[in-house]
């Protein structure tokens, strides 16, 4: 199984209409925050449906110095994951996701009912939690959300587009609660065991002026 996009080539800097944050004249604000085209082919025989997950993989351990002013983030600081979209029950034959057709804005307390594929289901992703404590913002963050990556961090983010084909119709067959408050988490385990194929793309981004380099405009 291949994956492609019209959005960004594999492994270079993702456009900043495909990013929730972008630099500003004041300071640091948010983008368009589309989501990107995606395209696949060379599907598994027996696919039965698809599951799409985001992540990014550099996020910093230490929150505390996110945005602290005078510190920067070094490169080498151990990282962990970040959840940007999680996305199931994609159908079978659908082939391709179209630029913005399933998140064009960021939407305070996040987006409730994303747009999306017809019988796909968006689960939360992991501005849920960085955004508990703010009552402007907190909220239930589903669907598809971009890159926001500290600006004070000197280590480039990638965000990977992971496309898993599966044999089951729905992972509500697997165990996956129904509706759409899962996480990528309790994805992959209702996945285990049902994956025929895996395809991923990945871009990069950054808000360092030092490393922010040709973030394409």
Known sequence: MKIRSD???????LPVEFAAGRPTADGFGFAANRN???AWDEVPEGTRSFALLCIDPDVPTVAEMVGK??????AAQPRCDFVHWAMVD???DLREIAAGSCSDGVVPHGKGEPAGPAGARQGLNDYTGWFAGDADMAGQWHGYDGPFPPPN???PHRYFFRLFALDVDSLSDCGLAAGNDFSAAEVFAAMHGHVLAEASIHGTYSLHP????ENAQ
Request: no cysteine.
């Open 7 to 13: 959005s960004f080539k594999n492994g270079k800097p």
């Open 36 to 38: 990107p085209h995606l």
């Open 69 to 74: 002013p005078g510190v920067e983030i070094p």
């Open 90 to 92: 994609i159908a079978a």
């Open 153 to 155: 961090d000197l280590r």
């Open 210 to 213: 030092d490393v922010a380099g």
